[in-house]
């Protein structure tokens, strides 16, 4: 356990910024589980509660391989991982669903977007951290099926579609706004960014359009306009 709580900034470490990485992901996989938990409640059919019953157990285990990573370096995980809660928390309650399909949507534009943003940002980290990232990030079978279920929710019910596409777009700001804020706030990008690849700001304006284009893309699987 460190004697003073981790802090991420300016004049961070690659290998502070590593575990700022590691901190937000590991929250952003509690929280993955606890929301997936709380939908498969919500569940009209017993299929779909024991589906996303699994996902979220799936997203729990995520956590804890984090977690452990982190503990395996010496340090405690809750001090890593607390600085983001907040963040995040807050972020949640300005996006709450108003209803089960849109709960769904959530889940497929946030991790949509959260996967993709730590990937890229993970060609930064060295090699065990970032196989242990895209591991835990590789959600295609999460995908697939929230994909196949909102479609199966669009084709019962067409006039969900417009209300959807809105929350869609709605979430992706949010994503993109918590992205930058916590990327500022605790400069991960800028000391991952190692071995001056290159102009930090167009940096981030590329990393942030293939978000967006990723996220698009996403969205027409679905037969929506992002």
Same mark, same amino acid.
């Given at each position: 356990?460190?004697?003073?709580?981790?802090?991420?900034?300016?004049?961070?470490?690659?290998?502070?910024?590593?575990?700022?990485?590691?901190?937000?992901?590991?929250?952003?996989?509690?929280?993955?589980?606890?929301?997936?938990?709380?939908?498969?409640?919500?569940?009209?059919?017993?299929?779909?509660?024991?589906?996303?019953g699994r996902?979220?157990?799936a997203e729990?285990?995520?956590?804890?391989?984090?977690?452990?990573?982190?503990?395996?370096?010496?340090?405690?995980?809750?001090?890593?991982?607390?600085?983001?809660?907040?963040?995040?928390?807050?972020?949640?309650?300005?996006?709450?669903?108003?209803?089960?399909? =849109?709960? $769904? *949507?959530? +889940?497929?534009? /946030?991790?949509?977007?959260?996967?993709? #943003?730590?990937? !890229?940002? %993970?060609? &930064?980290?060295e090699p065990?951290?970032?196989?242990?990232?895209?591991?835990?990030?590789?959600?295609?079978?999460?995908?697939?099926?929230?994909?196949?279920?909102?479609?199966?929710?669009?084709?019962?019910?067409?006039?969900?579609?417009?209300?959807?596409?809105?929350?869609?777009?709605?979430?992706?700001? =949010?994503? $993109? *706004?918590? +992205?930058?804020? /916590?990327?500022?706030?605790?400069?991960? #990008?800028?000391? !991952?960014? %190692?071995? &001056?690849?290159?102009?930090?700001?167009?940096?981030?304006?590329?990393?942030?359009?293939?978000?967006?284009?990723?996220?698009?893309?996403?969205?027409?699987?679905?037969?929506?306009?992002?």
């Amino acid at each position: 356990m460190t004697d003073t709580p981790l802090t991420f900034g300016s004049s961070a470490s690659a290998d502070d910024a590593e575990l700022a990485l590691l901190g937000l992901i590991a929250y952003q996989e509690l929280t993955s589980f606890e929301h997936l938990s709380s939908d498969a409640r919500l569940s009209p059919t017993l299929v779909d509660r024991e589906i996303l019953g699994r996902l979220a157990v799936a997203e729990f285990g995520h956590f804890e391989l984090v977690r452990e990573l982190i503990a395996a370096r010496g340090l405690d995980p809750q001090e890593v991982i607390e600085p983001f809660m907040e963040s995040l928390d807050e972020m949640h309650r300005r996006t709450k669903p108003g209803d089960w399909y =849109e709960s $769904l *949507t959530k +889940a497929y534009v /946030i991790d949509g977007v959260a996967g993709d #943003f730590y990937s !890229l940002i %993970a060609s &930064g980290l060295e090699p065990e951290a970032r196989d242990l990232v895209h591991q835990v990030k590789r959600t295609e079978a999460n995908a697939d099926w929230l994909r196949d279920r909102l479609q199966l929710a669009i084709a019962d019910h067409p006039e969900r579609a417009s209300r959807m596409a809105l929350w869609g777009r709605r979430l992706l700001g =949010e994503a $993109l *706004t918590q +992205a930058r804020e /916590i990327g500022e706030k605790y400069d991960y #990008f800028g000391a !991952l960014q %190692a071995e &001056g690849r290159g102009d930090r700001g167009q940096e981030m304006t590329t990393l942030f359009a293939s978000l967006v284009e990723s996220h698009s893309r996403r969205m027409r699987q679905l037969g929506m306009t992002a």
